[in-house]
């Protein structure tokens, strides 16, 4: 083990060669990107309306804005006390021990892989088949439309999902920061596409929508398309008028959750970030407050100008009785109402980023944490080596990609890999981090006074007041996500022919492997003479 230098009543060891090179801007555009305001909307119109009658989207994601805020604060506060890169395994770790550390941190890398391997999914199936399929239509180009059926094809998206893995990679190759000022750049345009959205629905009137949205389904699947629609709404007239449910808007609080949760990315770049406690502290609230906002404003006017029933019906009815291969997703629905093609088109190139924007992040995150664990003795020599060109862990992105393939594969061609899949499993580790940040001014008091952050509201340490919040809104949560039928997750074995009861035992087997891999390494290491123990007395270097 190396010589441990101790500074300021902690310890700290040699460099690994990562750069401090994030500003606050970046640390936004990264936070924002992980709640993604584009994909929540975009599956909340999904799978909301048609399956939860008397759901309000609008009242579930408000209430989602102001849960989340607590755990975005414990994040950006425990980053700010120990700023280092990989997230909830340093200071979990730090604060409740090694075995807690390891599990949230092993927790987090394998939903972290999952969802890198879904995004790159979601790109082909919900940006690029959806932006071919309109240019088709809208421009009279048969040969669109037959590309943008094959790309909605499992193996189309999967072919497509990989092209746009392998160029992330190889941005994220040559620098966090050279991937940074490309997502900065990609964020704005899916800004764009998000502004135009508004405009377009705040200014649409029913009767545009309808003619044009008549117009587009008649053009591809003759004049039974859309008859089929309006017979669907006015079949399910009641449920679609339904008056408004707490219970069902109890049910809808697990999708806005599951985006405006994941405020945290750059709690995994710690040790690249500039300014920690401005950047941390104060770039994920702002993250959930200006991604909420912009939900709210898309979702109320989706539900004003589309309808709750006609959106319902859209979701629950098969594509192929609406004439179409494959169902028409929100930013495919905007494009259609847009005032002229070439808006649409602006709309769903924006959308395009919005599809993927979890992958560089995820793959960001998951290569930190293997970075922090093999610094710690706990994984791999080799997954903690940085280029010293390009300053990031080129074997650890590059496994991590062949990682996210197969993940990809999975989502691809299983339909049981939904997107709330993991987030059961997820919610844990945020509950973990919160007891972390609970405890921490009274665990670790000598830290917790030096770190910038030794805030109080009287003797109570606010971090301690949100940790306590933020564990009572996330058990919410999991709730909610056991009893929505639409999750992927339920406590039914026999719901769904048992496919989400397996999903549930899959998130516990998943959580209590990290128990086991825990257990394993401190064997293994026991016998060659190492005390892990020491290794945590040390915050890892950067």
């Excluded at 230098?5 to 090179?21: D, E, H, M, P």
């Excluded at 929540?40 to 759901?55: K, N, Q």
């Excluded at 929100?330 to 494009?335: D, P, S, V």
Aim: glycine share 10%; net charge neutral.
């Amino acid at each position: 083990m190396e010589s441990p230098i101790k500074s300021g009543g902690i310890f700290t060891r040699q460099a690994t060669g990562l750069v401090r090179q994030l500003s606050f801007t970046d640390m936004f555009v990264f936070n924002a990107s992980f709640v993604n305001v584009g994909l929540a909307v975009l599956y909340m119109a999904l799978y909301v309306p048609g399956f939860h009658p008397g759901g309000s989207m609008v009242v579930a994601t408000i209430v989602a804005a102001i849960i989340a805020i607590p755990t975005s604060l414990v994040y950006g506060m425990l980053s700010a006390a120990y700023p280092r890169s990989g997230g909830e395994y340093v200071f979990v770790s730090r604060v409740m021990g090694p075995m807690w550390g390891m599990v949230a941190g092993w927790n987090m890398m394998i939903w972290g892989i999952f969802y890198i391997g879904v995004p790159c999914a979601l790109f082909a199936r919900y940006g690029v088949a959806p932006l071919l399929r309109f240019a088709g239509i809208s421009y009279d180009v048969p040969a669109l439309n037959g590309l943008a059926e094959q790309v909605g094809t499992p193996t189309g998206t999967f072919i497509t999902g990989l092209i746009a893995l392998v160029i992330i990679l190889l941005l994220y190759v040559r620098g966090t920061r050279v991937w940074a000022r490309v997502q900065n750049i990609l964020f704005y345009v899916g800004a764009v596409a998000i502004l135009i959205s508004i405009v377009t629905l705040l200014f649409a009137s029913p009767d545009t929508v309808a003619q044009r949205l008549s117009h587009y389904m008649n053009h591809v699947g003759g004049s039974d398309g859309y008859a089929a629609l309006l017979a669907d709404v006015t079949e399910n007239a009641e449920s679609n008028n339904a008056p408004f449910s707490w219970l069902m808007t109890f049910l809808v609080l697990s999708w806005p959750c599951y985006n405006l949760f994941w405020s945290n990315a750059t709690t995994y770049f710690g040790g690249e970030v500039r300014q920690q406690v401005r950047a941390q502290v104060f770039s994920l609230p702002l993250a959930v407050l200006f991604s909420g906002m912009f939900m709210v404003i898309l979702l109320a006017l989706a539900e004003s100008r589309f309808g709750f029933g006609l959106l319902g019906s859209i979701a629950r009815l098969d594509p192929e009785v609406l004439g179409f291969t494959f169902t028409p997703s929100f930013n495919e629905l905007c494009a259609i109402i847009s005032a002229t093609p070439l808006l649409g088109i602006v709309i769903l190139i924006g959308f395009l980023y919005w599809c993927v924007a979890w992958a560089p992040v995820a793959i960001g995150a998951v290569t930190r944490v293997w970075l922090a664990w093999s610094l710690d003795y706990m994984w791999p020599k080799k997954f903690s080596e940085v280029n010293p060109r390009f300053h990031t862990p080129v074997f650890a992105l590059v496994f991590c990609g062949v990682m996210g393939m197969v993940c990809l594969a999975l989502f691809a061609y299983i339909p049981t890999f939904g997107l709330l899949v993991g987030a059961f499993g997820v919610f844990i580790t945020f509950m973990l981090a919160s007891v972390a940040g609970l405890l921490m001014p009274f665990r670790r008091p000598q830290q917790f006074e030096s770190s910038g952050i030794a805030w109080r509201i009287g003797r109570l340490p606010v971090i301690s007041l949100m940790g306590a919040l933020s564990i009572l809104f996330l058990a919410v949560v999991e709730v909610s996500i056991l009893f929505d039928p639409v999750s992927g997750i339920s406590l039914s074995p026999t719901y769904e022919d048992g496919g989400p009861f397996f999903m549930l035992l899959l998130n516990l087997l998943v959580f209590f492997c990290g128990f086991i891999y825990y257990a394993i390494r401190k064997w293994l290491l026991k016998r060659r003479g190492i005390d892990i123990g020491l290794a945590f007395n040390e915050i890892p270097p950067e």
